[in-house]
């Protein structure tokens, strides 16, 4: 892969150049990160002229490597501040990876504010189109339009409606093997930068392309894919049938309830009483019961052997929503005080259709819920807010642009983020090694970022105690540190499962990169250019204005306890500090 | 003074302690940024129980010394996220000094939430009382009604319906000599955080007090006094029916749009066509016209000699509003392309009455109408805008947080604030040395931090080239710490423009100060307490979060040249920094 595609949204033209040699061995994340590093400025507005958006698919995207279908988009990040990347799996990374283009760059800023643009990429060259025909829709809408114009071959990049207004929680869009506008590069709010641009679509058709990326080891590449394979198929998480493909990644609630550790009413216990109606298991009991047949979820991207996307049902077994995610059931449900998967997955469709993360949206609910806006566990108010948010309405652009916004709109104190982005579905009082990558992440508050959930919770790579304190710090760097390279694979995280456990899908993820590559990496690699990925993006956060004090969790969280466990957050400011302190 | 007096919103308790040895030399903004420092933890969120309120009358206030009834209000501002100095002319800190309360600290929670409170200050002791039926309603009755009840005599400090909602553009109220809800502590905020602590009211009242605070060495302070007064009653811009007394502060309208420097339909252009119908010259005319008889200004708190503060008429020849000081009529008129003084005039009104900081709200009115919530010039439409936050709709909570947070909604680029405040109404591209100021002042933008605007365009203390480039980061350094000092002497800024050309007004300055102290200080401890405010400033800011990346105007200044003179910003980041280097 030899070329960057580069989009100038200040000329509508699209050029093709030679990739320089730096970057050569770059891909997914590493590509993304260093790209924007070298080419953004730290000071840069996020939606200003200044600022890019770059896509790049991972070294084994493209190729038959199991679940590899993920694309990494990077830019300077206009809800966090500092450089964001944010991954989805979908057809289109794989479709780039086949033309060989190695990352997209779009720059530039539209002469004409409120017009809107879509670029269509093939074998003949990209070309521009008018898309504001498109923009003021739901994105569920606007993909199938886009799709019957352009053909069930094309995979879609794209932003609704949140996007197109800027909004700071807005997230880019792709579809599904269905073609439905449900997968997302949702964190960081990198939409408004795309709907800063005056871009809604990149449309992308390989038609003429060879089937399978160019890859320089054939033998080393297809030892590792079956190394890989293997460990996926064996994994009790990861198999056939297994956790995530019969419940989801729901499966997660009711472990994470137990622990005390699943974030309630805005992060004010641990313990949610609704909690078994909206776990992975009341999916899959749901579907059965309203379609009278057992469902085992599907690939949300071609070539995943995981299967881990649902499709949620209503009563007269007609698709309501795709996918509820544990993050999405989550946020949109016990964090809101919510029980009911009905109108968890009207708010889960909502933000697809508005072009919304979910993790965001529900933390930003949650928020608003504090304030007075809703009651908790009213579930038909939380719509109707997300409703405000699709009409552009005043109250819409404040729920749009997330919680910490939100939180300080109506002046209140208990607003969970780090760097100005919601936290994920673990508490981090009751499950320590979490809060060190919500603070410590470049990214702002981040399960994927370093999932010591794996551990913490799941006994994945042994055991630990989620409310102990000693070596924490040190868990989440080694996680941080081997996810920054996941994240370049273009494998999915959750591959991480088998690998942790089982040495030779580990062995396997990086002879699939190296192969593809042509060269001879080690597990010593893995953490050589997960070092270098985190170091280059806190340098870019360090020179944007970020210093330790921004490695910190929420104040509230040091001085109010969390219930069941009554447990404040006590890691101490020195061991946060400890994970980039030799790096 | 050795009194503290430590007002508890968690305990509705209010107790007097002796002020430690350590505050013996301590005042005004020396004192407040001083026990701020010491006292409030800068990881704190401003809104939320660890953030205190302080009050501090200068080291002349409550003496005979003249122009001196500044008060200093300090805490963690909830609009930058540093520390904040933000200070008034009134009574209130001439009654706090002849009571020999030093300070008064707010401190604690409300474990009520939405209950507000008064407290109420006499020789006998401070007492609480409930103010429900103050709160909700308009700043004008509401200190009308306290003040029928607790008397004239009494002075008030208190906050909005803008400080009840804990929105981060509200200031902090005080009464005038007529008991006009007009004179603030405008900027940064501070007004959130004294509703975030459910108070509502502090009334004060000295009945029984000396006539006068206690002066340690009065033959020293007396000398200082004469030779304040002298230089303050001869200097052109101070005397009587000079410049200020004539016209009020707004006559520097003509004058910083002749330099190109008056900032106009938000930060578009530097110089503004309506400009001569809204300048102080227009504000006395009119006056004029419309009373049939020539109107001097008045002093705003007692013992002012300057007496800058106007009123200004409507067409029946009744009071409109009052002060339309040249920030109010630029933010409001200017900024907002408004050259009706009626329209300011009501826009003023507004602010006072909602309890909002008259420059924020009008360089949030223009980033509105940039977003295009109303069009420029649109005066009405800009009224309306403002009955919005009075009656706290959600488009009332987005600008009711200030510009940056306006901008941040609706996505707009051309935002200009320095940590999270708003610019004044002086254009940095156009008046290289107030950049310096803006930029580097731990207070975020604000002019009275360093006025290089005396030299600049005034020629006060020499006169120096707005638009040339040289040693501008040794001139704001040199105001910034000079008016460290002036801020903690109780004296109104205005000082400055006598002192600076008149070498025994400056003598006269500190020996007042010296006096009252009973301590011998010359123009080196000027410099010494002034840089060493400065420097507890910034480490505060700098333990908040704070680097040199907040010492930066914004970057559309660097990159959009400013009509008339079509320039950017470019003093180098190198010298912006070199103002703190060595401090």
Same mark, same amino acid.
């Given at each position: 892969m030899a070329k960057f595609l580069r989009i100038n949204m200040t000329t509508q033209t699209a050029t093709y150049e030679d990739a320089p040699a730096k970057y050569a061995l770059m891909a997914g994340r590493y590509l993304t990160s260093t790209l924007v590093a070298d080419q953004v400025p730290p000071s840069a507005h996020p939606l200003g002229p200044n600022n890019k958006i770059i896509l790049a698919p991972g070294w084994a995207t493209g190729t038959s490597a199991p679940t590899s279908a993920r694309i990494s988009i990077g830019a300077k990040s206009p809800l966090t501040g500092g450089i964001k990347e944010s991954n989805a799996g979908t057809g289109f990374g794989q479709q780039m990876a086949r033309m060989e283009i190695q990352a997209i760059i779009v720059e530039g800023f539209p002469t004409t504010p409120g017009k809107f643009w879509g670029v269509h990429i093939t074998q003949n060259g990209a070309t521009f189109f008018p898309a504001d025909e498109y923009a003021g829709k739901g994105n569920y809408e606007a993909w199938r339009k886009i799709i019957e114009r352009f053909g069930k071959k094309a995979d879609v990049m794209g932003v609704g409606v949140a996007g197109e207004k800027r909004m700071t929680n807005a997230g880019i869009c792709f579809n599904d093997m269905q073609g439905r506008a449900s997968r997302y590069a949702g964190r960081g709010g990198l939409g408004a930068v795309v709907g800063s641009k005056g871009l809604k679509f990149i449309v992308i058709d390989d038609? @003429?392309?060879?089937?399978l990326r160019p890859i320089a080891d054939k033998d080393l590449f297809m030892q590792g894919q079956k190394k890989l394979t293997q460990a996926i198929r064996t994994h009790d998480i990861t198999k056939p049938k297994g956790g995530l493909n019969t419940y989801?990644?729901?499966?997660l609630v009711n472990l994470l309830n137990e622990a005390g550790g699943f974030p309630t009413r805005n992060f004010s216990s @641990?313990?949610?009483?609704?909690a078994p109606k909206i776990a992975g298991e009341a999916i899959f009991e749901g579907n059965k019961q309203r379609l009278g047949k057992e469902l085992y979820n599907h690939a949300c991207s071609p070539g995943c052997i995981i299967q881990c996307s649902n499709v949620w049902h209503d009563e007269k077994g007609q698709e309501a929503a795709s996918c509820l995610e544990y993050e999405s059931v989550w946020s949109l449900g016990a964090n809101c005080g919510i029980d009911s998967l009905d109108d968890a997955g009207e708010l889960v469709r909502l933000c697809n259709d508005i072009g919304l993360d979910t993790i965001e949206a529900g933390v930003t609910l949650a928020v608003a819920m504090e304030a007075g806006l809703a009651k908790f566990g009213d579930g038909k108010a939380a719509i109707k807010l997300m409703h405000e948010i699709a009409q552009g309405t005043p109250l819409g652009h404040i729920l749009g642009n997330g919680a910490a916004f939100t939180g300080r709109a109506f002046g209140v104190i208990r607003v969970p983020t780090v760097k100005g982005q919601g936290l994920p579905a673990y508490e981090p009082r009751a499950v320590k090694g979490i809060g060190v990558t919500y603070a410590t992440s470049p990214m702002g508050a981040d399960h994927t970022a370093g999932y010591t959930i794996a551990p913490e919770i799941l006994g994945v790579s042994g055991k630990q105690d989620p409310l102990a304190l000693g070596g924490k710090a040190a868990l989440s760097k080694g996680f941080q540190t081997a996810t920054a390279f996941i994240d370049s694979t273009?494998?999915?995280?959750?591959?991480a499962f088998p690998i942790l456990d089982i040495g030779s899908g580990f062995e396997g993820m990086i002879e699939e990169a190296a192969g593809v590559l042509g060269v001879q990496w080690t597990a010593a690699d893995v953490t050589r250019i997960g070092e270098e990925i985190l170091r280059t993006e806190r340098k870019f956060n360090e020179a944007a204005g970020?210093?330790?004090?921004?490695?910190?969790?929420?104040?509230?969280m040091k001085y109010e306890p969390l219930p069941p466990?009554?447990?404040?957050?006590?890691?101490t400011d020195e061991e946060l500090d400890s994970v980039y302190k030799d790096m």
């Open positions: 038609t @003429g392309a060879p089937p989801g990644t729901a499966v @641990g313990r949610f009483e609704g273009g494998h999915c995280l959750f591959i970020f210093t330790k004090k921004d490695d910190r969790l929420p104040e509230f466990h009554n447990v404040v957050y006590d890691v």
